[in-house]
């Protein structure tokens, strides 16, 4: 038993140890079998099968361990078996595993829609609806936006990712792996130029300036009043963990305002402590319309959220929203302790300080390289809180290193580091540890993705 500073314990050695023959070979037959019976475009990006996890490690069926610094994509925050999590899930499933919410209800759904309410920024009036998936959260914020304003068009953003169901692909901007032939898409949905400091073509251009930009396309091509909603990820994640410039945000929601647009945070991968704030709008001190969630919410287990203003909400008449499992019973006390868990050890704080550390680290990596600060292939450093990245390039240019980035994320995990990539160019090494990992482990993996970067560069 480990413990950090703030206390958390750990039901596993937090130690990384890769042998050899990885991966080995329970792992290899497994990805056999699967082969036969699980469908080609399902693909996993680490090629070997989890028997155990818990804080910042992932044990293997062949007795690997790995330092995981990518949570499931953003979602075991409070780490893949938070002891309150897990005692919460065995107390719930002992009594009942589902009676749908539309059916019999139950208390656990309104004590989250307590929770978020009261989480999310904005003291306004509000209401959630709770479901399953992230893209699922997303569609049902935009058929409230639609029912609710009478509009039809929906504007989202160059890099967007919003999800795989049809409407959320139609929101989605990046067509390989997600949409390529899987059209047609979802009408109505009309893409508008993003804040992306790092390449922009005028690199002084401010925020403020960016959200003109966007603004006088979406008035030009489609007309404000016609617009029911935007939706942004305020820092986005699989396009590339871009950070919008400063006030990017707040001039587009207050135009979003006072055009009767709802402005939509889909907040589904940087919410819930993940960016040092409880949600990343509030580092601007935005207050969303609806806001979207998932991932971190429940401490792994499925669930989704819209939370929002209730008079947008509530317009929806009775039996217009829902869904079979959606707040599912077991999920919601997951999502209780989650929340509980982020709140006794201050998880936001942490992710604060695993911004410090890494970027403390990362910063002497990239002076160090050939090109130095300003040249090597460490093109850009961003993100908030445990949501961070490196861009990739080649060296002394803004050219994206797709390459290298692959082959940085390959080394990593022969060392027993799992990293995760992402970007519009497939350049983007992001990192995104549980919260709860130790100082220790985590400087570890900082070493081992430094050692990568110094070794393919
Ligand atoms: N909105 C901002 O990040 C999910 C997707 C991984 P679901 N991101 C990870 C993949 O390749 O499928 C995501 C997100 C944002 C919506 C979603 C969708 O959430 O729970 O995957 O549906």
């Not at 082969?35 to 996890?53: F, L, N, Q």
């Not at 949409?179 to 790092?198: C, D, H, I, L, Q």
């Not at 287990?301 to 947008?312: H, K």
């Not at 709860?436 to 990568?452: N, R, Y």
Request: charged share 20%; with cysteine; aromatic share 6%.
């Amino acid at each position: 038993m480990t413990t950090t500073a703030n206390e958390i314990t750990y039901r596993l050695e937090q130690k990384r140890r890769v042998q050899a023959d990885f991966p080995g070979p329970k792992s290899v037959a497994l990805t056999e079998r699967r082969k036969a019976v699980v469908a080609a475009g399902v693909a996993s990006s680490v090629p070997v099968y989890v028997a155990d996890a818990d804080g910042g490690i992932i044990h293997d069926v062949d007795g690997n361990s790995f330092i995981d610094l990518g949570s499931g994509i953003a979602v075991t925050s409070v780490g893949a078996s938070d002891p309150a999590v897990v005692g919460a899930v065995k107390e719930a499933v002992e009594h009942f595993t589902h009676t749908c919410f539309m059916v019999t209800p139950y208390e656990g759904y309104v004590a989250v829609a307590e929770q978020l309410n009261k989480l999310t920024p904005g003291t306004h009036e509000k209401r959630t609806v709770l479901f399953n998936s992230g893209a699922e959260a997303v569609e049902n914020a935009i058929k409230v936006a639609r029912l609710a304003t009478g509009r039809d068009a929906v504007v989202a953003f160059d890099h967007a990712y919003h999800g795989r169901t049809n409407l959320t692909m139609a929101l989605t901007a990046k067509a390989m792996p997600y949409k390529t032939n899987f059209g047609p898409f979802a009408p109505e949905v009309y893409r508008m130029p993003m804040s992306y400091p790092f390449r922009e073509e005028n690199p002084q251009i401010t925020g403020a300036e960016a959200a003109k930009r966007a603004i006088t396309a979406i008035e030009k091509q489609i007309g404000g009043d016609q617009v029911a909603a935007i939706i942004i990820e305020p820092i986005q994640g699989e396009g590339g963990f871009i950070v919008p410039a400063e006030g990017f945000l707040p001039a587009l929601s207050a135009w979003a305002k006072e055009k009767g647009i709802v402005f939509i945070a889909d907040e589904v991968q940087s919410g819930f402590c993940r960016t040092g704030e409880w949600f990343a709008v509030d580092h601007e001190g935005i207050v969303p319309d609806i806001i979207t969630m998932a991932k971190g919410i429940a401490g792994g287990m499925p669930l989704s959220a819209i939370t929002g203003r209730a008079d947008l909400l509530d317009a929806v008449h009775p039996g217009g929203l829902g869904g079979t499992y959606g707040g599912n019973p077991v999920a919601c006390a997951a999502a209780l302790a989650s929340i509980g868990s982020m709140q006794e050890y201050d998880l936001s704080a942490r992710a604060k300080h695993i911004e410090e550390l890494s970027f403390g680290k990362l910063r002497e990596l990239a002076a160090a390289l050939p090109g130095g600060a300003e040249g090597s292939v460490i093109g850009d450093i961003r993100g908030r809180g445990a949501m961070l990245a490196i861009e990739l390039v080649q060296a002394g240019s803004k050219e994206p290193n797709p390459e290298l980035t692959k082959a940085v994320a390959a080394a990593c995990l022969k060392e027993g580091v799992i990293i995760l990539t992402c970007g519009t160019y497939g350049n983007v090494i992001r990192l995104l540890p549980p919260l709860v990992i130790s100082d220790e482990l985590l400087l570890d993996g900082l070493e081992v993705l430094a050692t990568a970067i110094r070794a393919n560069a």
